[in-house]
Protein backbone atom coordinates (compact mmCIF):
# COMPACT_ATOMS: atom_id res chain seq x y z
CA UNK A 1 0.00 0.00 0.00
CA UNK A 2 1.31 3.50 -0.94
CA UNK A 3 1.40 6.40 1.83
CA UNK A 4 -1.94 8.22 0.24
CA UNK A 5 -3.44 4.88 0.03
CA UNK A 6 -2.19 4.31 3.56
CA UNK A 7 -3.50 7.46 4.76
CA UNK A 8 -7.23 7.19 3.22
CA UNK A 9 -7.07 3.78 4.73
CA UNK A 10 -6.39 5.25 7.70
CA UNK A 11 -8.90 7.96 7.60
CA UNK A 12 -11.84 5.52 6.20
CA UNK A 13 -10.81 3.00 9.65
CA UNK A 14 -11.08 6.10 11.79
CA UNK A 15 -14.42 7.44 10.23
CA UNK A 16 -16.15 3.84 10.31
CA UNK A 17 -15.03 3.54 13.82
CA UNK A 18 -16.39 6.57 15.13
CA UNK A 19 -19.84 5.89 13.15
CA UNK A 20 -19.87 2.83 15.62
CA UNK A 21 -19.08 4.85 18.59
CA UNK A 22 -21.57 7.56 17.61
CA UNK A 23 -24.33 4.67 17.64
CA UNK A 24 -23.39 3.25 20.79
CA UNK A 25 -23.84 6.44 22.84
CA UNK A 26 -26.10 8.54 20.41
CA UNK A 27 -28.79 5.59 21.15
CA UNK A 28 -29.60 6.27 24.76
CA UNK A 29 -30.87 9.03 26.25
CA UNK A 30 -28.54 11.44 28.38
CA UNK A 31 -29.96 9.87 31.74
CA UNK A 32 -28.74 5.77 30.25
CA UNK A 33 -25.64 7.76 29.01
CA UNK A 34 -24.09 9.31 32.39
CA UNK A 35 -25.41 6.40 34.54
CA UNK A 36 -23.57 3.74 35.81
CA UNK A 37 -25.45 0.56 34.66
CA UNK A 38 -23.53 -2.24 36.66
CA UNK A 39 -20.04 -1.76 38.86
CA UNK A 40 -18.38 -3.96 36.42
CA UNK A 41 -18.48 -1.30 33.32
CA UNK A 42 -17.84 2.72 33.14
CA UNK A 43 -20.84 5.05 32.25
CA UNK A 44 -20.54 5.16 29.13
CA UNK A 45 -19.73 9.13 28.62
CA UNK A 46 -16.56 8.29 30.43
CA UNK A 47 -15.68 5.84 27.32
CA UNK A 48 -16.55 8.20 24.68
CA UNK A 49 -14.25 11.11 26.28
CA UNK A 50 -11.54 8.69 27.34
CA UNK A 51 -11.58 7.39 23.37
CA UNK A 52 -11.16 10.67 22.44
CA UNK A 53 -8.62 11.60 25.21
CA UNK A 54 -6.28 8.89 24.63
CA UNK A 55 -6.17 9.78 20.63
CA UNK A 56 -5.80 13.14 21.97
CA UNK A 57 -2.89 11.87 23.77
CA UNK A 58 -1.32 9.91 21.11
CA UNK A 59 -1.94 11.13 17.33
CA UNK A 60 -2.36 15.13 18.40
CA UNK A 61 0.45 15.50 21.30
CA UNK A 62 2.64 12.70 20.63
CA UNK A 63 2.77 11.44 16.23
CA UNK A 64 1.15 15.07 15.92
CA UNK A 65 3.37 17.41 17.93
CA UNK A 66 0.76 19.70 18.10
CA UNK A 67 -0.48 21.60 21.47
CA UNK A 68 -2.79 19.96 23.65
CA UNK A 69 -6.50 20.53 23.72
CA UNK A 70 -7.24 19.59 27.58
CA UNK A 71 -4.62 18.66 29.60
CA UNK A 72 -7.14 19.30 32.64
CA UNK A 73 -9.07 15.91 31.74
CA UNK A 74 -6.09 13.60 31.64
CA UNK A 75 -6.02 12.52 35.00
CA UNK A 76 -10.00 11.82 34.55
CA UNK A 77 -9.78 9.66 32.14
CA UNK A 78 -6.81 7.66 32.61
CA UNK A 79 -7.80 4.25 33.41
CA UNK A 80 -5.47 3.39 35.82
CA UNK A 81 -5.98 6.09 38.05
CA UNK A 82 -9.95 5.30 39.04
CA UNK A 83 -11.53 2.20 38.86
CA UNK A 84 -14.53 1.81 36.69
CA UNK A 85 -16.92 1.43 40.07
CA UNK A 86 -15.42 5.01 41.28
CA UNK A 87 -15.87 6.76 37.64
CA UNK A 88 -19.46 7.76 37.89
CA UNK A 89 -18.47 10.21 41.05
CA UNK A 90 -16.15 11.88 39.30
CA UNK A 91 -16.45 15.49 37.46
CA UNK A 92 -16.87 13.87 34.01
CA UNK A 93 -17.84 15.87 30.95
CA UNK A 94 -21.10 16.03 30.55
CA UNK A 95 -22.85 14.24 27.23
CA UNK A 96 -22.52 17.46 25.35
CA UNK A 97 -19.21 18.62 26.33
CA UNK A 98 -17.42 15.28 25.97
CA UNK A 99 -19.26 14.78 22.29
CA UNK A 100 -17.73 18.46 21.36
CA UNK A 101 -14.12 17.07 22.89
CA UNK A 102 -14.18 13.67 20.74
CA UNK A 103 -15.09 16.26 17.38
CA UNK A 104 -12.16 18.31 18.53
CA UNK A 105 -9.82 15.75 18.61
CA UNK A 106 -10.64 13.90 15.57
CA UNK A 107 -10.65 17.02 13.44
CA UNK A 108 -7.21 17.57 14.37
CA UNK A 109 -6.10 13.74 14.10
CA UNK A 110 -7.06 14.13 10.13
CA UNK A 111 -4.49 17.44 10.12
CA UNK A 112 -1.98 15.59 11.56
CA UNK A 113 -3.10 12.22 9.52
CA UNK A 114 -2.71 14.28 6.34
CA UNK A 115 0.69 15.65 7.21
CA UNK A 116 2.74 13.26 9.22
CA UNK A 117 4.82 11.50 7.57
CA UNK A 118 4.64 7.67 7.87
CA UNK A 119 7.95 6.55 8.05
CA UNK A 120 11.22 7.21 10.30
CA UNK A 121 9.65 6.29 13.63
CA UNK A 122 8.50 3.31 14.92
CA UNK A 123 5.52 4.63 16.03
CA UNK A 124 4.18 6.40 13.29
CA UNK A 125 5.97 3.24 10.59
CA UNK A 126 2.57 1.58 8.58
CA UNK A 127 0.66 4.35 10.73
CA UNK A 128 1.05 2.04 13.38
CA UNK A 129 0.05 4.99 16.25
CA UNK A 130 -3.48 5.52 14.06
CA UNK A 131 -4.17 1.90 13.99
CA UNK A 132 -3.72 1.32 18.21
CA UNK A 133 -6.14 4.19 18.58
CA UNK A 134 -8.46 2.86 15.74
CA UNK A 135 -8.08 -0.34 17.96
CA UNK A 136 -8.75 1.00 20.95
CA UNK A 137 -11.47 2.63 20.18
CA UNK A 138 -13.11 -0.67 18.63
CA UNK A 139 -12.49 -2.28 22.01
CA UNK A 140 -14.03 0.47 23.87
CA UNK A 141 -16.61 -0.30 21.29
CA UNK A 142 -17.29 -3.53 22.17
CA UNK A 143 -17.55 -2.73 25.86
CA UNK A 144 -19.76 0.02 25.69
CA UNK A 145 -21.77 -2.86 23.99
CA UNK A 146 -20.98 -5.06 27.25
CA UNK A 147 -22.66 -2.19 28.96
CA UNK A 148 -25.99 -2.22 26.39
CA UNK A 149 -26.26 -6.06 27.26
CA UNK A 150 -26.28 -5.10 31.24
CA UNK A 151 -28.72 -2.02 31.20
CA UNK A 152 -32.32 -2.31 32.33
CA UNK A 153 -35.18 -1.08 29.79
CA UNK A 154 -36.33 -1.30 26.59
CA UNK A 155 -34.16 -2.36 23.65
CA UNK A 156 -32.55 0.68 21.87
CA UNK A 157 -29.80 -1.33 19.23
CA UNK A 158 -31.27 -3.19 15.86
CA UNK A 159 -29.49 -5.59 13.83
CA UNK A 160 -30.49 -8.22 11.20
CA UNK A 161 -30.33 -11.33 12.88
CA UNK A 162 -26.67 -13.37 11.88
CA UNK A 163 -26.93 -16.30 8.88
CA UNK A 164 -28.53 -19.65 9.54
CA UNK A 165 -26.31 -23.20 9.21
CA UNK A 166 -24.76 -23.51 6.06
CA UNK A 167 -22.16 -26.47 6.57
CA UNK A 168 -23.71 -29.41 6.68
CA UNK A 169 -22.76 -32.15 8.85
CA UNK A 170 -19.48 -31.73 10.90
CA UNK A 171 -17.16 -34.19 12.66
CA UNK A 172 -17.62 -33.10 16.75
CA UNK A 173 -14.01 -32.52 16.99
CA UNK A 174 -10.91 -31.84 14.73
CA UNK A 175 -7.38 -33.75 15.21
CA UNK A 176 -4.52 -31.15 15.09
CA UNK A 177 -1.04 -32.41 14.68
CA UNK A 178 1.63 -32.52 16.73
CA UNK A 179 4.93 -30.64 15.77
CA UNK A 180 6.17 -27.22 15.57
CA UNK A 181 4.25 -24.16 14.47
CA UNK A 182 4.84 -20.19 14.11
CA UNK A 183 2.57 -18.96 17.03
CA UNK A 184 2.60 -14.58 17.29
CA UNK A 185 3.65 -12.46 14.12
CA UNK A 186 6.29 -10.01 13.86
CA UNK A 187 5.28 -8.75 10.33
CA UNK A 188 1.70 -7.96 11.18
CA UNK A 189 1.88 -3.80 10.67
CA UNK A 190 -1.07 -3.35 13.44
CA UNK A 191 -0.05 -5.96 15.72
CA UNK A 192 0.08 -4.99 18.81
CA UNK A 193 2.99 -5.42 21.67
CA UNK A 194 1.85 -8.89 23.05
CA UNK A 195 1.25 -10.78 19.45
CA UNK A 196 5.05 -9.77 18.89
CA UNK A 197 7.50 -11.59 18.07
CA UNK A 198 6.85 -14.41 15.72
CA UNK A 199 8.40 -18.06 17.76
CA UNK A 200 8.17 -21.57 17.71
CA UNK A 201 6.15 -23.56 19.90
CA UNK A 202 5.81 -26.99 20.06
CA UNK A 203 2.30 -28.67 20.45
CA UNK A 204 1.95 -31.82 21.36
CA UNK A 205 -1.22 -33.64 18.77
CA UNK A 206 -5.10 -33.03 20.09
CA UNK A 207 -8.38 -32.55 19.02
CA UNK A 208 -10.50 -29.89 19.17
CA UNK A 209 -13.65 -29.34 18.65
CA UNK A 210 -15.10 -28.15 15.42
CA UNK A 211 -17.21 -25.18 16.96
CA UNK A 212 -18.00 -23.79 19.86
CA UNK A 213 -20.12 -25.31 22.56
CA UNK A 214 -23.64 -24.70 22.08
CA UNK A 215 -26.50 -24.06 24.09
CA UNK A 216 -27.98 -27.14 23.48
CA UNK A 217 -25.23 -28.91 24.93
CA UNK A 218 -24.70 -26.44 27.81
CA UNK A 219 -28.42 -27.17 28.58
CA UNK A 220 -27.26 -30.63 29.11
CA UNK A 221 -24.27 -29.96 31.58
CA UNK A 222 -26.89 -28.26 33.49
CA UNK A 223 -29.39 -30.65 33.70
CA UNK A 224 -27.08 -33.41 34.47
CA UNK A 225 -26.47 -31.14 37.89
CA UNK A 226 -23.21 -29.52 36.38
CA UNK A 227 -23.47 -26.48 38.68
CA UNK A 228 -23.95 -29.13 41.78
CA UNK A 229 -21.13 -31.07 41.65
CA UNK A 230 -18.00 -29.55 42.91
CA UNK A 231 -16.15 -32.56 41.15
CA UNK A 232 -16.26 -30.91 38.01
CA UNK A 233 -14.75 -27.57 38.95
CA UNK A 234 -11.33 -26.14 40.38
CA UNK A 235 -11.19 -25.25 43.77
CA UNK A 236 -11.51 -21.74 42.59
CA UNK A 237 -14.39 -21.98 40.36
CA UNK A 238 -16.00 -24.11 43.04
CA UNK A 239 -15.47 -21.54 45.98
CA UNK A 240 -16.61 -18.74 42.60
CA UNK A 241 -19.68 -20.78 41.81
CA UNK A 242 -20.90 -20.86 45.19
CA UNK A 243 -19.84 -17.26 46.40
CA UNK A 244 -21.87 -16.01 43.28
CA UNK A 245 -24.60 -18.63 43.00
CA UNK A 246 -23.80 -19.43 39.31
CA UNK A 247 -26.49 -21.64 37.89
CA UNK A 248 -26.66 -21.13 34.64
CA UNK A 249 -25.23 -18.26 31.70
CA UNK A 250 -25.64 -14.73 33.03
CA UNK A 251 -28.43 -12.95 31.49
CA UNK A 252 -30.48 -17.01 31.64
CA UNK A 253 -33.73 -17.58 33.39
CA UNK A 254 -35.64 -20.81 34.15
CA UNK A 255 -39.38 -20.75 32.44
CA UNK A 256 -40.78 -23.93 33.63
CA UNK A 257 -39.35 -26.65 31.44
CA UNK A 258 -36.96 -24.34 29.43
CA UNK A 259 -34.39 -21.49 29.71
CA UNK A 260 -34.88 -17.52 28.23
CA UNK A 261 -32.56 -15.17 28.05
CA UNK A 262 -32.26 -11.11 28.04
CA UNK A 263 -30.05 -9.76 24.89
CA UNK A 264 -30.08 -6.27 24.56
CA UNK A 265 -33.57 -5.49 26.42
CA UNK A 266 -35.54 -8.18 24.80
CA UNK A 267 -36.18 -11.87 26.43
CA UNK A 268 -36.22 -14.65 24.30
CA UNK A 269 -35.79 -18.47 24.46
CA UNK A 270 -32.40 -19.42 24.00
CA UNK A 271 -31.47 -20.58 20.57
CA UNK A 272 -30.02 -24.39 21.33
CA UNK A 273 -27.65 -23.73 18.13
CA UNK A 274 -25.76 -20.60 19.23
CA UNK A 275 -22.34 -21.00 21.04
CA UNK A 276 -23.24 -20.27 24.59
CA UNK A 277 -22.38 -16.84 25.48
CA UNK A 278 -21.93 -14.87 29.23
CA UNK A 279 -19.92 -17.36 30.89
CA UNK A 280 -16.82 -17.13 33.12
CA UNK A 281 -14.00 -19.45 32.35
CA UNK A 282 -14.39 -21.04 35.72
CA UNK A 283 -17.82 -22.24 34.22
CA UNK A 284 -16.08 -23.54 30.95
CA UNK A 285 -13.24 -25.35 33.15
CA UNK A 286 -16.61 -27.10 34.52
CA UNK A 287 -18.33 -27.56 31.38
CA UNK A 288 -14.96 -29.50 29.99
CA UNK A 289 -14.29 -31.53 32.56
CA UNK A 290 -17.86 -33.15 33.10
CA UNK A 291 -17.74 -33.94 29.23
CA UNK A 292 -14.54 -35.58 29.78
CA UNK A 293 -12.45 -33.04 28.18
CA UNK A 294 -10.54 -29.60 28.80
CA UNK A 295 -10.04 -26.26 27.36
CA UNK A 296 -7.33 -25.90 24.69
CA UNK A 297 -4.19 -23.54 25.73
CA UNK A 298 -3.90 -20.74 23.66
CA UNK A 299 -1.20 -21.87 21.81
CA UNK A 300 -3.59 -24.96 20.95
CA UNK A 301 -5.80 -22.64 20.13
CA UNK A 302 -3.41 -20.64 17.54
CA UNK A 303 -1.99 -23.71 15.93
CA UNK A 304 -5.79 -24.87 15.01
CA UNK A 305 -6.64 -21.69 13.73
CA UNK A 306 -3.84 -20.70 11.84
CA UNK A 307 -1.44 -23.71 10.98
CA UNK A 308 -1.69 -24.93 7.18
CA UNK A 309 -0.57 -28.08 7.11
CA UNK A 310 0.13 -27.71 3.42
CA UNK A 311 2.81 -25.02 3.64
CA UNK A 312 3.35 -25.55 7.66
CA UNK A 313 3.34 -21.54 7.63
CA UNK A 314 1.00 -19.89 9.75
CA UNK A 315 -1.97 -18.12 8.25
CA UNK A 316 -3.21 -14.38 9.15
CA UNK A 317 -6.93 -15.77 9.71
CA UNK A 318 -7.95 -18.83 9.33
CA UNK A 319 -9.19 -18.66 6.05
CA UNK A 320 -6.11 -17.06 5.00
CA UNK A 321 -4.70 -14.11 4.50
CA UNK A 322 -7.09 -11.51 3.78
CA UNK A 323 -9.37 -9.56 5.74
CA UNK A 324 -12.31 -10.63 7.73
CA UNK A 325 -15.49 -10.62 5.11
CA UNK A 326 -19.00 -10.76 6.00
CA UNK A 327 -18.75 -14.27 4.30
CA UNK A 328 -16.11 -15.18 7.08
CA UNK A 329 -16.95 -14.36 10.66
CA UNK A 330 -19.64 -12.58 12.57
CA UNK A 331 -17.74 -9.25 13.76
CA UNK A 332 -18.57 -5.59 13.84
CA UNK A 333 -21.49 -5.52 16.15
CA UNK A 334 -23.16 -6.56 12.20
CA UNK A 335 -25.28 -8.97 14.09
CA UNK A 336 -26.14 -8.63 17.63
CA UNK A 337 -25.95 -12.15 18.63
CA UNK A 338 -23.62 -15.35 18.46
CA UNK A 339 -24.07 -17.03 14.96
CA UNK A 340 -25.58 -20.69 14.67
CA UNK A 341 -22.78 -23.43 14.77
CA UNK A 342 -21.82 -24.12 11.03
CA UNK A 343 -22.60 -20.69 9.67
CA UNK A 344 -19.07 -19.90 8.18
CA UNK A 345 -18.41 -22.47 6.19
CA UNK A 346 -15.88 -20.11 4.20
CA UNK A 347 -13.93 -18.83 7.46
CA UNK A 348 -13.09 -22.91 8.34
CA UNK A 349 -9.91 -23.26 8.92
CA UNK A 350 -7.54 -25.37 7.08
CA UNK A 351 -7.89 -28.47 9.68
CA UNK A 352 -11.50 -27.95 9.35
CA UNK A 353 -12.08 -25.57 12.28
CA UNK A 354 -14.95 -23.64 12.30
CA UNK A 355 -15.96 -20.16 13.77
CA UNK A 356 -12.76 -19.73 15.91
CA UNK A 357 -13.33 -15.83 14.95
CA UNK A 358 -15.99 -13.98 15.60
CA UNK A 359 -19.06 -15.18 17.14
CA UNK A 360 -17.69 -15.53 20.85
CA UNK A 361 -14.26 -14.99 22.66
CA UNK A 362 -13.23 -18.38 23.40
CA UNK A 363 -11.53 -19.02 26.84
CA UNK A 364 -8.37 -20.84 27.24
CA UNK A 365 -6.55 -22.41 29.61
CA UNK A 366 -3.50 -20.57 29.57
CA UNK A 367 -2.72 -17.27 32.15
CA UNK A 368 -1.48 -14.32 30.33
CA UNK A 369 2.30 -13.61 29.24
CA UNK A 370 4.53 -12.16 26.72
CA UNK A 371 6.41 -14.24 24.11
CA UNK A 372 9.66 -15.26 24.00
CA UNK A 373 11.44 -11.73 23.40
CA UNK A 374 8.37 -9.56 23.94
CA UNK A 375 9.25 -5.76 24.96
CA UNK A 376 6.65 -3.37 25.91
CA UNK A 377 5.22 -0.85 22.93
CA UNK A 378 4.43 1.73 22.96
CA UNK A 379 3.72 1.71 26.75
CA UNK A 380 4.28 -1.00 29.42
CA UNK A 381 0.59 -0.18 30.15
CA UNK A 382 -0.61 -1.94 27.07
CA UNK A 383 -0.26 -5.50 28.38
CA UNK A 384 2.92 -5.66 29.99
CA UNK A 385 1.14 -4.55 33.69
CA UNK A 386 -1.24 -7.51 33.25
CA UNK A 387 0.82 -10.05 32.95
CA UNK A 388 0.80 -12.78 35.50
CA UNK A 389 -1.21 -15.28 36.93
CA UNK A 390 -4.46 -13.25 37.84
CA UNK A 391 -5.93 -13.15 33.84
CA UNK A 392 -7.04 -16.01 31.26
CA UNK A 393 -6.36 -15.79 27.79
CA UNK A 394 -9.58 -15.30 25.37
CA UNK A 395 -8.72 -15.80 21.78
CA UNK A 396 -11.07 -15.20 18.67
CA UNK A 397 -12.91 -12.07 19.03
CA UNK A 398 -16.90 -11.91 19.19
CA UNK A 399 -20.05 -10.92 16.87
CA UNK A 400 -19.38 -7.17 19.25
CA UNK A 401 -15.70 -7.42 17.98
CA UNK A 402 -14.59 -5.07 15.04
CA UNK A 403 -11.77 -6.58 12.18
CA UNK A 404 -10.00 -4.11 12.63
CA UNK A 405 -9.16 -5.52 16.84
CA UNK A 406 -9.12 -9.09 15.45
CA UNK A 407 -6.10 -11.58 13.90
CA UNK A 408 -5.36 -14.89 14.52
CA UNK A 409 -2.87 -13.66 16.77
CA UNK A 410 -4.93 -11.44 18.47
CA UNK A 411 -4.56 -11.91 22.46
CA UNK A 412 -7.82 -10.69 25.10
CA UNK A 413 -7.62 -11.22 28.63
CA UNK A 414 -9.37 -10.83 31.48
CA UNK A 415 -10.58 -12.37 34.73
CA UNK A 416 -11.62 -16.05 35.31
CA UNK A 417 -15.23 -14.95 36.67
CA UNK A 418 -15.67 -12.51 34.09
CA UNK A 419 -19.18 -13.45 32.51
CA UNK A 420 -20.45 -10.11 30.99
CA UNK A 421 -17.64 -9.85 28.26
CA UNK A 422 -19.12 -11.79 25.44
CA UNK A 423 -17.64 -14.70 26.02
CA UNK A 424 -17.97 -18.66 25.07
CA UNK A 425 -15.44 -21.85 24.47
CA UNK A 426 -14.69 -24.48 23.21
CA UNK A 427 -12.76 -27.48 24.50
CA UNK A 428 -10.30 -30.00 23.54
CA UNK A 429 -8.74 -33.20 24.27
CA UNK A 430 -4.82 -34.97 24.27
CA UNK A 431 -4.66 -37.70 21.02
CA UNK A 432 -3.97 -41.67 22.33
CA UNK A 433 -1.39 -42.75 20.16
CA UNK A 434 -3.60 -45.55 18.87
CA UNK A 435 -5.63 -42.09 16.97
CA UNK A 436 -2.41 -40.50 15.24
CA UNK A 437 -2.95 -42.74 12.16
FE1 LIG B 1 -8.85 2.50 27.18
Not at 212 to 221: A, G, S
Request: negative net charge; charged residues 25%; glycine residues 8%.
Amino acid sequence: MGTEQLREHVAQQLRRTRQRSALLTDSVDDDDLVRQHSRLMSPLVWDLAHIGNQEEIWLVRDVGGREPLRTDIDELYDAFQHPRAQRPQLPLLGPTEARGYVGQVRDKVLDVLERVPLEGRRLTEHAFAFGMIVQHEQQHDETMLATHQLRAGAPVLEAPPPPAASAGPLPAEVLVPGGAFTMGTSTEPWALDNERPAHTVHVDPFFIDTVPVTNRQYQRFIADGGYDHPRWWSEAGWAYRQRADLTAPRFWTREGERWLRRRFGMTEPVPPDEPVVHVCCYEAEAYAAWAGRRLPTEAEWEKAARFDPATGRSRRYPWGDADPTPEHANLGQRHLQPAPVGAYPSGASPLGVHQLIGDVWEWTSSEFHGYPGFVAFPYREYSEVFFGDEYRVLRGGSFGTDAAACRGTFRNWDYPIRRQIFAGFRTARDARPDELG
